[in-house]
């Protein structure tokens, strides 16, 4: 199993390849994942979207906005960039697990789709001793499933499972969203 | 007590970092995109897929304009003396100061009641990003509010004050509002509607002042009026505020009438915004040519 980083040395932020590296190590060995993996970071955009590739290698697309210390522009936080590897890291794991074969590709997931499996990654990195914002991703999921008791008690049950599959996933996401009261 | 108090000197626990505006604008990096304008909207709605995250650092920005808001109207209350008060004016004649700052209580009242206000507001928006996952501190602040609440003359202040920064404070509430809304946030839209009356008030404050006191002195309305625009442009921050559906928070027309704006008025806040976000990208094109040509060299 090897770790490549791409770009090796950065420009436009003060990003250290190594750290990138030895993060991604360190997730790779905690997930169980056997191939190869590398991490694209573009680092013309401060923007943090993140895109995964599956195969061997798993291909992490990530700009560089996803790796950084808001508190202070253009440097890294280690923080940030375990959570934004380990999140995609599962959610690579995750399609190339025999439970989520049926998941539609990235680019046709709903947002309440995206926010729900979002939840159910998170949730996974925490629990391997990543600190994260629990309520930053209750709202990113109430945003998309409705603002409701219900929807919260489904985002609980999503955050504290190991071992979803996708039609589970979808099942508590669409039940979620059902929630939401008709507008008058 | 200490007149005039500089931008370096807020008070600020640990949590807190900050950023210049020409800090900012120096990174290279552009969400703009590379291949020149694009018809895409960056508007901040809930059906963008970054919603929640680009909401989150909204109110986190508000946050830290309510606590310089704060801080400018309660230095705006201090710092000048009121008209016919003969104890400060023994204290102005003391430190050699010719009394032209002078300013009629009334606008004093005003500006404590705007500092009441914002201190309110300052709790909300600690709550409200709260409730939205965020944390105190988790992002930079850029001190370019206060740094326009620095004027030694009140009538600049305003206008830069009153008049832009809570001019810009209409239109991000306005966003963040219609956001909630959308979303169907129970309190994100309730607060932000709150809020916003509030603004359109000290907007107004800022509008009859300077209109009341100019009254007799065009040049020296015709100087406040310049440094309101030089502030709206640095306002604009790059383009993240105009019409343009590029900029995530649109400027709030009819709440700005409503705030004493003339129509001729909103027009130039427009075009000087659209200018902002056109040079911003013409900046940016530029550093990453330069960076390329760095990279291939």
């Known amino acids: ?184 | 007590m200490r007149k005039f108090f500089p931008v370096e000197e807020l008070a600020r626990d640990s949590r807190f970092s900050q950023v210049t505006m020409a800090e900012r604008m120096k990174d290279p990096r552009s969400a703009l995109g590379k291949d020149g304008p694009t018809t895409k909207s960056n508007r901040l709605v809930p059906s963008r897929p970054d919603a929640s995250t680009a909401a989150r650092a909204l109110m986190h920005g508000i946050f830290v304009g309510e606590i310089q808001a704060l801080e400018g109207a309660g230095r705006t209350c201090h710092d000048f003396r009121t008209a016919g008060d003969s104890a400060r004016r023994a204290q102005d004649d003391d430190a050699g100061n010719d009394g032209s700052d002078a300013v009629p209580f009334a606008l004093k009242l005003d500006m404590a009641r705007q500092a009441w206000d914002e201190a309110r507001h300052v709790e909300i928006s600690v709550k409200l990003s709260d409730w939205m996952g965020g944390e105190i501190g988790e992002y930079a602040e850029n001190t370019v509010l206060f740094q326009a609440a620095c004027s030694t003359d009140p009538i600049l202040r305003l206008a830069g004050v009153n008049r832009a920064l809570e001019g810009l404070a209409i239109d991000v509430f306005t966003t963040m509002k219609e956001f909630g809304d959308l979303a169907g946030d129970p309190y994100l839209e309730f607060c932000e509607d709150w809020m916003l009356a509030d603004e359109v008030t000290h907007v107004k404050m800022g509008s009859d002042w300077l209109r009341k006191v100019t009254e007799n002195d065009p040049e020296r309305r015709k100087k406040a009026l310049e440094f309101q625009g030089v502030v709206d442009k640095l306002f604009s921050y790059g383009g993240t505020r105009s019409d343009s559906q590029e900029s995530p928070i649109g400027l709030a027309r009819r709440f700005r009438e409503l705030a004493g704006f003339t129509d001729a008025e909103v027009e130039d806040i427009a075009d000087v915004s659209l200018a902002a976000l056109n040079e911003r990208k013409a900046a940016v094109e530029k550093m990453q040519r330069a960076a390329e040509q760095f990279a291939e060299a």
Do not use: K
């Not at chain 1, 360190?26 to 191939?35: F, R, S």
């Not at chain 1, 599956?54 to 996803?66: C, K, L, M, W, Y």
């Not at chain 1, 253009?74 to 399609?95: C, F, M, P």
């Open chain 1, 1 to 184: 199993m090897s770790v490549t980083v791409i770009p090796h040395t950065f420009q436009f932020v003060a990003f250290d390849a190594a750290l990138i590296e030895q993060i991604t190590r360190t997730l790779v060995e905690a997930l169980g994942i056997e191939q190869d993996v590398t991490i694209e970071v573009d680092e013309t955009t401060p923007l943090a979207r993140l895109r995964v590739d599956t195969g061997d290698p798993i291909v992490v697309h990530a700009e560089s906005g996803a790796f950084e210390d808001t508190r202070r522009p253009r440097q890294q936080s280690e923080g940030a960039t375990a959570t934004a590897i380990g999140r995609v890291l599962l959610r690579a794991r995750d399609r190339m697990s025999d439970g989520f074969g049926e998941a539609p590709p990235d680019h046709e997931l709903t947002l309440a789709q995206v926010a729900a499996w979002e939840a159910y990654c998170v949730g996974r990195v925490e629990r391997l001793g990543i600190a994260v914002n629990q309520q930053r991703w209750r709202y990113n999921f109430r945003n998309r499933h409705g603002f409701t008791d219900h929807g919260d008690a489904v985002f609980d049950r999503i955050w504290s499972s190991d071992e979803l599959t996708w039609a589970e996933l979808d099942e508590l996401s669409r039940s979620a969203t059902a929630a939401v009261p008709a507008a008058s």
